[in-house]
């Protein structure tokens, strides 16, 4: 009996001391805090290449959030990564509000005011070295308390424009090779980011357009059939003629030449052997039936092309004395632009027989 009695007392012994040892190595410990992994990082470089000032754009997820006065978020850059001195000018603290399940699209709806300490409102941030401390303000508050699971973002260079716009950026290792920013501090929190440097992050583009220019005419043989001194005459595509004015064909001119076009008429007024009809002139003049008159007038439709004076009235022109005669232009790259052709035919009664011709030639010339 008294064997059995030490066993047992020695047994629960060793229990109780294996309990408290449990205890004290197992962790359940009071008070004890253990920092969480931040969620969600990214650095977003405006520039990749080496030797290269960056603007950085730093995001992520803080699982605790950050409330208290003596909360830091630390921000510590690599080596060889050169900060020029930016100040707190140069960093701007944004947070979303809490609970948010990643960061693909927050809304960083609290924009902190920065200081180069920490003041009852503003968050100091402080540069040393590679270090960048963050410091909550006096009242764990300022603009909104980072709340747990809440997005933040840290803008570092000329894309901080907060307050006053930054005019420091971050010169990029010399190094191609992979890099790791570390983010801690006393808010509780830390993750690493990993970020590249190469060699050089632009691509070369190059293309090559072609010189074009776009020139038609819809009807090549055009007509006023038989004149008479009573009534005035527009010419048709049927060649029939029309007592109403009529659009007789169009001509349609584009170019992306950067200069633009011009488009010259070149020609003879309507001739029959020795006899002719009378061109109208460089007066942009009304129709007159029972009065010789050969002309044409243009109006236009689309691009940026401009009829020329004196065919772009109400009236009509024909200006041999110039010719060949600007009668169209574009200053610039334009889209086609359509011509509608309009032309005039008026006789006396003592205007002589015969079959009248004209043979005119358009010309368009890109200017590149």
Known sequence: MQKISSRFRFITSVSIIVAMVFMFVGGVLPNTVYAASLLNKSDTMSSQKVSTVSNHTIVFRTPTGANESTDTIIITLPTGFTTNTFDFADVDLAHSAGSQANCTAPTYTNEETLAGTATGSAWGAALSGQVL????????????????????????????????????????????????????????DSGD???????DDQVSVSATVDESLTFTISDNSIGFGTLSASDDYFASGDTNGSATEAEAHTLVVGTNASNGYTMTLNGATLTSGANTIAAIGSSNTASSAGTEQFGLRIDETGGSGVVSAPYAASGFAFDTAAFPDEVAAATGASANTTYSVRYLANITSSTEAGAYTATLTYVATANF
């Open 193 to 199: 980011i990993v970020i590249n440097v190469l060699n």
């Open 133 to 188: 401390t963050l410091t909550a303000p006096t009242d764990g508050v300022g603009a909104a308390a980072i709340a747990a699971d809440a997005c933040v973002q840290v803008q570092i260079g000329t894309n901080a424009t907060t307050g006053a716009t930054g005019d420091t950026q971050i010169t990029n290792h010399a190094s191609a090779a992979s890099y790791t920013i570390a983010i801690s501090g006393a808010f509780g």
